[in-house]
């Protein structure tokens, strides 16, 4: 396969609103978990402590960005009343992805027309949740501001691309399946450029809620994955955009290239003990895979970006199948390491 080029990224995350302070979050250790703002909701009101407590959630806490109502309709040729249906996810995207095309050296207005594709990783509701309780202020324009697969065709729509345009949702691994896509239509040219993300905002403690009815969510708001304190996770928000070109174009037209993607796959558990819990022998046949369509073997693997979940049952099935299948033909002194 065809190796894939990242040539420019803009994220929106808590903490950070931008690769370069991004990166300065990961490197000092920044925690930028915080408890839940009450612009968002009132804590209190759905707070409590005891496990299970029906119509509540067990945790204070999340990742959140500031002043996600802000928005530049201008900019984007919006009119102030169609962007106040806009759902916060949909303007994020079109901001960061403009930023990542910044970040690419591309002036957005010189893709006019083109093959480029757009695939956006999205899932959350809550913002047309909030405006189902307000019929009598919907107009034509709530159509289009909600529905979540024009979050990838607006952007589509405001720069006149004329590639694909579709949005992923599969739960925690909506971006990363996005990226899979785009790389696919790159290598069918399909495409010639792609850009390609992820955005989920917390508007309503609904999820909260269920995933504490579930006993998904850590208490404290930390995630302690790999550990024997791990009682599940913290839910965040954000917005993450990168660039994607065919290498071989990429080092045509002199960009500059933050890293290549080799290979990557796509699979599903099946059956498993339930339907959220995961399959280690299909874990390790889509880590197999991903090895096999990149070209490389097991050993020349140094480092693995986890999911992590911090839950007792999610966390030993990842580890072990990335053990099965990374520990093949290494030698003891060829580490690898795991994050999250």
């Given amino acids: 396969l065809e190796a894939i080029a990242i040539i420019g990224i803009g994220v929106r995350f808590p903490g950070a609103q931008n690769p370069e302070s991004f990166w300065h979050l990961l490197r000092e250790g920044v925690d930028a978990i915080t408890e839940i703002p009450p612009e968002r909701w009132n804590v209190d009101e759905f707070y409590d402590p005891k496990p299970a407590t029906p119509g509540k959630m067990i945790t204070r806490c999340g990742g959140f960005l500031d002043d996600v109502g802000s928005f530049d309709a201008g900019f984007f040729g919006i009119s102030p009343r169609e962007a106040e249906c806009i759902d916060p996810q949909q303007r994020l995207v079109l901001e960061v992805a403009w930023e990542a095309l910044e970040n690419a050296g591309i002036a957005p207005h010189t893709l006019n027309s083109s093959q480029t594709g757009v695939f956006v990783g999205i899932g959350n509701h809550d913002y047309g949740k909030l405006q189902r309780w307000q019929s009598s202020r919907l107009n034509a324009y709530d159509g289009t501001g909600r529905t979540l697969g024009v979050a990838a065709n607006r952007q589509s729509y405001v720069l006149n691309l004329q590639g694909p345009s579709l949005v992923v949702e599969t739960s925690c691994s909506s971006s990363l399946v996005a990226v899979h896509y785009a790389c696919q239509s790159l290598r069918t040219k399909e495409s010639n450029l792609c850009v390609v993300g992820g955005v989920s905002v917390m508007l309503s403690p609904v999820s909260h809620i269920i995933f504490s009815q579930a006993k998904m969510m850590a208490p404290d708001g930390r995630c302690k994955t790999f550990d024997a304190s791990a009682d599940g996770y913290v839910w965040g928000e954000g917005c993450g955009v990168v660039v994607l070109k065919r290498l071989s174009d990429a080092l045509r037209d002199g960009d500059n290239i933050l890293a290549t993607i080799r290979g990557s796959a796509v699979n599903q558990d099946g059956r498993?003990?339930?339907?959220?819990?995961?399959?280690?022998?299909?874990?390790?046949?889509?880590?197999?895979?991903?090895?096999?369509?990149?070209?490389?073997?097991?050993d020349q693997i140094s480092y693995v970006e986890a999911h992590g979940t911090g839950t007792a049952l999610g966390d030993p099935i990842e580890v072990n199948s990335l053990k099965t299948v990374l520990m093949k033909g290494r030698q003891p002194n060829q580490t690898c390491y795991i994050g999250r």
């Fill in 272 to 298: 498993s003990n339930g339907l959220t819990a995961g399959n280690g022998p299909a874990q390790q046949a889509v880590i197999r895979k991903a090895l096999d369509n990149a070209g490389v073997t097991a």
